[in-house]
């Protein structure tokens, strides 16, 4: 049986429950710490934990979503704005799967259109589960640290973490794949709202240098 059967079947819904449990425990702890009028941007919010492969004991092996919109009118991002938000989105994601197979974190950026999923724009910055650890657990290790290490390990893969500053990911059409968001588990191919955007193909390339309702480059 393949992974996406035993997530969507009958016989395995421990898994489906959990992970529905954990996206909503981080997008909580991201609505508490992010005040959108002080940061200056639109929404935000955790919008799923794609389910991408499966572990040696067979537990899922998840990327969880959190994701930002800076605002409608946005052509050219704060840098700075968005490393702060890189901050804010693992101290959400990371304590809520502390203990589940994370591959890696996304942390996707909405600008240029209408809010979380009809921006014209959407890129991530990918984070490791071990920096994305060391930055939750070390004081010393804070945001410009976690910038420099990821600029520094980037190889300008998009596909594989870190990644600085790439386009954004459609989990959803990722073979055998399958979303957690919202209370419902979403089959490849089915609708992929919470994890891409309408404009994501024209994303650029372009890698410079509360409530959820700062600012500053690479």
């Not at 997530?7 to 508490?32: F, H, I, S």
């Not at 910038?147 to 190889?155: G, N, T, V």
Request: net charge negative; aromatic share 6%; hydrophobic share 40%.
């Amino acid at each position: 049986m393949s992974l996406l059967d035993r997530l969507l079947g009958e016989d395995t819904p421990d898994e489906q429950v959990d992970l529905e449990d954990r996206q909503n425990q981080a997008d909580e702890m991201l609505t508490e710490r992010v005040d959108t009028t002080a940061y200056g941007i639109d929404e935000c919010a955790v919008t799923g934990i794609a389910v991408v492969n499966e572990g040696p004991e067979d537990e899922p092996i998840v990327v969880p979503i959190a994701r930002f919109s800076l605002g409608e009118s946005v052509e050219d991002p704060d840098y700075d704005l968005v490393w702060e938000l890189v901050g804010e989105g693992l101290h959400a994601l990371q304590p809520a799967l502390e203990d589940v197979f994370v591959r890696h974190y996304d942390v996707q950026f909405t600008f240029d259109g209408d809010e979380l999923f009809e921006a014209e724009e959407c890129r991530r910055v990918a984070v490791t589960p071990d920096l994305a650890d060391r930055f939750v657990s070390d004081a010393g290790f804070g945001v410009d640290e976690l910038r420099d290490a990821i600029l520094e390990a980037d190889d300008i893969d998009d596909d594989i973490a870190p990644v600085a500053w790439g386009e954004s990911k459609n989990y959803s059409q990722t073979r055998n794949a399958a979303i957690v968001t919202n209370g419902a588990m979403m089959a490849t191919g089915m609708s992929a709202g919470a994890v891409t955007c309408a404009g994501t193909g024209a994303a650029g390339a372009g890698a410079a240098g509360g409530t959820c309702g700062g600012a500053g480059g690479f």
